[in-house]
């Protein structure tokens, strides 16, 4: 069974950073694109950043471009995404997400996600 | 970049009643569009892909339809499980969402 578990999330005042994870398992992680998405309070989905199978391409929303860094340590089956210079409207729960293979370029498993407060 | 407007914002709606929810492109996509069903504290659900394709284990009662410009999510007769919010995909950009609330 496909399992995807974020953590890290917390509360954290404006300008600090925190590191999100998100650990797999049920399937083969280093064969699969991997997305962080974001919801913030009373919206909608936002699309972050995603990460080639191999680590080796990443993209991000112009929003936290430099900011934000995604990775992946494939031997661990885990994905991270490092927020830096956080800001309120960074509050959001934050999902880990796969893209379907296959060529195929949905999200097909979502992790129940980890709420980032960004607040004094 | 491409826009995804979804209409309506809100639906009442009964079991059993049949809903539609609507999803627009602002240029057209083909058919690349994904339907997704998101409820509080749960992992969102892939429902629909290549804007018509039941995901594996999701019920029959969904089907999508559509391509270029306009796409819709059906849900035949809905259940009670079915009370959700709704969003539309493309690529990297959803729509604003559609809540399905208890009429």
């Known amino acids: 069974e496909v399992q995807l578990v974020e953590s890290g999330g917390g509360l954290v005042q404006p300008g600090g950073s925190l590191r999100l994870s998100c650990a797999a398992s049920?399937?083969?992680?280093?064969?699969?694109?991997m997305n962080w998405v974001r919801q913030a309070p009373g919206k909608g989905l936002e699309w972050v950043a995603n990460i080639k199978e191999d680590g080796s391409d990443t993209f991000y929303v112009d929003s936290v471009k430099g900011r934000f860094t995604i990775s992946r340590d494939n031997a661990k089956n885990s994905l991270y995404l490092q927020m830096n210079s956080l800001r309120a409207e960074d509050t959001a729960v934050y999902y880990c997400a796969r893209i379907m293979g296959g060529g195929e370029d949905y999200l097909d498993y979502w992790g129940q996600g980890t709420l980032v407060t960004v607040s004094s | 970049d491409i826009q995804m407007t979804q209409s309506p914002s809100t639906l009442s709606a009964s079991v059993g009643d049949r809903v539609t929810i609507t999803c627009r492109a602002s240029q057209s996509i083909s058919t690349w569009l994904a339907w997704y069903q998101l409820k509080p504290g749960k992992a969102p659900k892939l429902l629909i892909y290549k804007a018509s394709s039941l995901q594996r284990g999701v019920p029959s009662r969904f089907s999508g339809s559509g391509s270029g410009t306009e796409f819709t999510l059906t849900i035949s007769s809905l259940e009670p499980d079915d009370f959700a919010t709704y969003y539309c995909q493309q690529y990297r950009t959803f729509g604003q969402g559609t809540k399905v609330e208890i009429k």
């Open positions: 049920g399937f083969t992680f280093s064969s699969y694109w």
